[in-house]
């Protein structure tokens, strides 16, 4: 039998061997910027990963794969620049693809020099928003956690004064009655009763912001559906605004059901709209949305994901600097003048998701409004034992 012979070259030639080692990482966007920025050539994984061909993407300015945001910002100039200086950039950022999808880029740009000057740059790209994202979910979930560990101790506490305090309050609030239905009352004495009646009702009122801190409140839980209960309560959230505020809503009608007291969750959404109100003293936008997320559960010691639908309420206030946006949350913590607040709105919120099995994200920064999510399990997820 005549022996058969490759018709394939050998991998003798160094340039060849280069072009297929470089063409077959396909995991890779590997390309090669004259000093301008300008594309001259790249491999296969540059295709996969930011959808163009290379009939394409050569001749091109490597800007084309930024966003409009960042092309007007200059930052691919300030990226090469920053290359050309150092002679070695590595970072990560948002890039954009052909069909204008987002992705989370890994970037390593070297400053190509031959006898000491600048021919160009080698540029590899790594698509990493998968991990990105796992990171971020990991991040949220071990804050979230150690929300719920903060108040805990403080939690256990609130809930011993409050019911003590309730107590106390009974007392006063039968002893008042009492005083009222005498009927040697005088008029001053009824205005002095009434008076001391509205401290006592304000101080009840206190006690149950309290247990719903310290999540004792008592929770009539059943499937509740988010579209319709935020349809339902639209008109009369809107109401609660000034004039110069409007509400508008976003939230798709497919959400799973999940297993709440709807009283309490319209009193928590109430709560926020009116904290985005306050935020706007000359008027504004404040929206309401909710969306199916899958998360990592914080209260798990083993990491786990979840279904959770999160409601969210936006502003377009000032937003709040990092210290104050970490303190919000806790009793008592208010940036109100004294008399305006008791500081227990924003931590009854928290007391009341947490007792759900869920948890408060709050985003913020100062000229960029705020965003409070509730993220509440799915009633899929939820355990009926």
């Known amino acids: 039998m005549a022996e058969v012979v490759s018709s394939v070259a050998p991998l003798v030639d160094e340039s060849r061997q280069l072009k297929l080692l470089i063409d077959h990482v396909c995991d890779h966007a590997i390309y090669l910027l004259d000093p301008q920025g300008r594309i001259c050539s790249w491999n296969r994984g540059g295709e996969r990963v930011n959808g163009y061909t290379a009939a394409e993407a050569i001749g091109q300015h490597v800007s084309i794969f930024y966003s409009a945001e ?3 910002l200059g930052l691919p100039q300030q990226t090469l620049d920053a290359a050309r200086s150092q002679g070695r950039l590595v ?13 989370r880029a890994s970037i390593v740009i070297e400053a190509v020099r031959e006898q000491g000057q600048l021919v160009g740059f080698v540029k ?5 928003t998968e991990r990105y994202q796992a990171q971020r979910l990991l991040q949220d979930a071990q804050r979230a956690r150690q929300h719920l ?3 805990e101790g403080v939690g256990r506490l609130t809930r011993g004064l409050a019911h003590e305090f309730n107590n ?6 039968n002893a008042l009655d009492l005083i009222a ?3 040697g009352a005088d008029a001053r004495t009824l205005d002095l009763v009434e008076l001391a009646q509205a401290a006592a009702d304000r ?4 006690t149950r912001q309290l247990l719903a801190f310290s999540a004792d409140q008592t929770l009539v839980r059943e499937p509740v559906g988010v579209p319709q209960m935020l349809d339902q309560a639209l008109p009369s959230l809107q109401r609660a605004c000034p004039p110069r505020v409007q509400l508008h809503l976003d939230v798709p009608a497919t959400l799973p059901p999940i297993a709440t007291d709807g009283v309490q969750l319209h009193s928590a959404v109430l709560n926020l709209v009116l904290n985005g109100c306050e935020a706007m003293p000359q008027g504004g936008t404040v929206t309401i949305t909710a969306r199916l997320e899958q998360r990592l ?7 786990t994901h979840r279904r959770y639908v999160a409601i969210a309420v936006t502003d377009e206030g000032a937003g709040m600097p990092p210290d104050i946006a970490e303190r919000a949350s806790e009793p008592f913590f208010t940036t109100k003048e004294i008399g305006k607040g008791s500081g227990l709105g924003l931590s009854q919120v928290f007391g009341f998701v947490s007792q759900c099995d869920g948890f408060v994200d709050v985003q913020t920064a100062p000229g960029r409004g705020t965003t409070v999510r509730l993220l509440l399990p799915a009633i899929e997820e939820v355990d009926h034992a």
């Open 149 to 151: 560990q903060r108040f």
């Open 181 to 183: 239905l005498r009927p």
């Open 124 to 128: 590899v790209t790594q698509d990493i």
């Open 91 to 103: 970072g990560e950022g948002w890039r954009v693809r052909r069909n204008g999808e987002q992705y």
């Open 203 to 206: 101080g009840s009122l206190l």
């Open 297 to 303: 559960a914080p209260d798990l010691a083993h990491p």
């Open 168 to 173: 106390l309050l009974t007392t006063v609030g």
């Open 70 to 72: 960042d092309q007007r």
